[in-house]
């Protein structure tokens, strides 16, 4: 070998390992979108199908439920799953059987605590039911606690396929049996209380499903229980600020379902998370892409080509961005028509509601497109405070919204987070250095301009 070729080595080695992550990434990125757009198909036939079969108070109580499970599930998280993925051992047996471990014990003392606060919750939303679904749902939590980390192993390695074709199964099969269980109640003439639990039927469907195929499809380790105290250290070390970013997490992506049944009551919290889960597709595709492929990628350039990181985090955003704006603009102008053809009268309303929640859309998932990356650089001591000062902003909007307009105020409070937000975003991204106006900028007035029109047509 020639002295110049030596000398070559090392950069066609950089490039061999740029385009591999590039490959990886688009792959990825294919099986993410392709298994999102499916996954929007069949959630919005389950919704179409359900809405005629259930009354708006089963969807109230069963989102009530989730968000409390929800609660219970982010504020024990310590970052298992995310510290596989960044962390070098992310790959080695003993790591993973430690996390795994881990996350069983948490999947126990979850379900405890969901029994604990069921009948406290019943009381507080004066819904008797809530003190018998909250133990039984929250049980489901001991089953995802025993899922494989082959799931997270092959997030970290950007293999995306049998991850997607494992969700879409599952995904697919629960909503067989939610609306088998919801036809069968709807035959009977079941009371609505009783038809609540086809979508407990659903849920426990999709926990077995799930984690019974991430021991058996996936492919990796088979995890046994270990708990190795570095291992141990390590995961707590890195998922210090983690768990209190999930907190905060919690607040600012859940509070609402919290605050919109005690303000406005259970049956229109039916009505508000239908829109609500239109309005969010674009922003869960986001936080699917960000999960599954730009947090691994990011976390690599990290750790082997750092100069690479900025031209891939614009590139990434205006993608991200791009199709968060093209999805909005189609719930703006089309959001009535489509919960017309989707839902009965009694889901009217969700039809300004989903205008309004898009336009705001516009602007709250701009910082989320810089989260991945924060994360990916170690910097996880910035989530508290990003998503603390959200919270503190949501709770004035939201409550200033009801008491200067009743419902359509909170809605619109709900939709204001982001312009109010924004602003400190841009000074933090932008003393990092991580900060693109250029990008930014014109979607806040191509939404600036969108609010004003949908606030002249509802008004």
Request: aromatic share 12%; net charge positive; charged share 15%.
């Amino acid at each position: 070998m020639t002295e110049g070729s030596t000398d070559k080595q090392p950069d066609e080695l950089l490039t061999n390992q740029s385009k591999s992550l590039m490959q990886r990434v688009i792959k990825g990125s294919v099986w993410t979108l392709g298994g999102y757009a499916i996954s929007q198909v069949v959630r919005l036939g389950n919704n179409f199908l359900l809405a005629r079969l259930l009354f708006p108070k089963a969807f109230g109580l069963m989102a009530l439920i989730y968000t409390f499970i929800t609660a219970l599930q982010m504020f024990s998280d310590i970052g298992i799953n995310i510290s596989i993925i960044q962390n070098k051992r992310g790959d080695d047996p003993k790591f993973l059987n430690t996390a795994w471990t881990m996350q069983v014990i948490r999947g126990l003392v979850l379900w405890i605590c969901a029994c604990l606060i069921a009948m406290p919750a019943a009381s507080f939303y004066k819904e008797p039911l809530l003190q018998y679904l909250l133990p039984v749902v929250g049980f489901t939590t001991v089953i995802d606690g025993l899922l494989s980390t082959n799931m997270a192993t092959a997030n970290r390695q950007l293999s995306l396929k049998r991850l997607t074709l494992l969700d879409l199964s599952t995904q697919l099969i629960a909503m067989l049996v939610t609306v088998a269980g919801a036809w069968i109640a709807y035959t009977a003439k079941a009371p609505q209380e009783l038809a609540v639990w086809a979508l407990v039927l659903g849920t426990f469907t999709s926990s077995i499903i799930r984690t019974s195929l991430s021991h058996t499809v996936m492919e990796g380790i088979r995890n046994r229980f270990e708990l190795e105290q570095e291992a141990v250290n390590e995961i707590f070390r890195f998922g210090q600020w983690i768990f209190f970013s999930t907190v905060l997490t919690f607040f600012a992506l859940q509070g609402n379902n919290l605050i919109i049944p005690s303000l406005l009551g259970v049956g229109f919290f039916g009505i508000f998370t239908q829109a609500q889960t239109l309005s969010r597709a674009a922003n869960e595709v986001i936080l699917v892409l960000g999960s599954r492929v730009l947090f691994s990628s990011y976390s690599e350039l990290v750790r082997d080509r750092p100069e690479r990181l900025r031209p891939v985090l614009r590139r990434s955003r205006l993608v991200l961005n791009g199709i968060n704006l093209l999805a909005c603009l189609f719930f703006i102008f089309l959001g009535k028509p489509l919960i017309h053809f989707l839902y009965d009268d009694r889901y009217a309303d969700a039809g300004w509601m989903l205008q309004i929640l898009a336009v705001g859309a516009l602007v709250t998932v701009l910082g989320y497109t810089y989260m991945d990356v924060l994360m990916a650089q170690g910097r996880t001591s910035l989530l508290p405070l990003l998503h603390g000062t959200q919270v503190g902003i949501q709770l004035m909007t939201v409550f200033g919204g009801y008491y200067f307009g009743g419902e359509f105020g909170a809605i619109v409070g709900i939709a204001a987070v982001g312009w109010f937000l924004y602003p400190i975003q841009a000074f933090i991204f932008a003393r990092l250095h991580l900060w693109q106006p250029e990008i930014d900028l014109p979607i806040i007035g191509i939404a600036s301009v969108m609010g004003a029109l949908v606030l002249k047509q509802v008004i």
